[in-house]
């Protein structure tokens, strides 16, 4: 049970990544069907405005993580 907890709490910022990705492509998509990119837009800009923002910085598995959201959304849409 504690591996779970652990797993679950270590990646918090990826799980938000990949929900948001997935609830802004479902929403966009749903007002405007080009919105389909929203949530994959708003992932690559989110870490963009981190780059340049200390103590912020780019990460890859923010990226990935919102990428898999959006494809989750794009699949389920």
């Known amino acids: 049970m504690k591996k ?6 270590s ?4 799980q938000l990544h990949f929900l948001w990705a997935f ?5 966009g998509h749903r ?4 919105l389909l990119l929203l949530g994959i837009a708003a ?3 989110k870490e963009y ?3 340049y923002n ?8 923010d990226i990935i993580a919102g990428t898999i959201g959006w ?3 794009c699949l389920c849409l």
Do not use: F, G, M, N
Not at 4 to 9: P, Q
Not at 31 to 34: K, M, Q, V
Not at 54 to 61: D, F, G, I, L
């Open 11 to 14: 990646y918090q910022d990826e």
């Open 49 to 51: 405005w981190d780059k």
């Open 43 to 45: 992932t690559i800009l």
């Open 31 to 34: 007002i405007w069907p080009p």
């Open 54 to 61: 200390p103590p912020h910085k780019w990460e890859w598995r």
């Open 23 to 27: 609830t802004l492509t479902v929403i």
């Open 4 to 9: 779970l907890e652990r797993l679950l709490y």
């Open 71 to 73: 494809i989750t959304a």
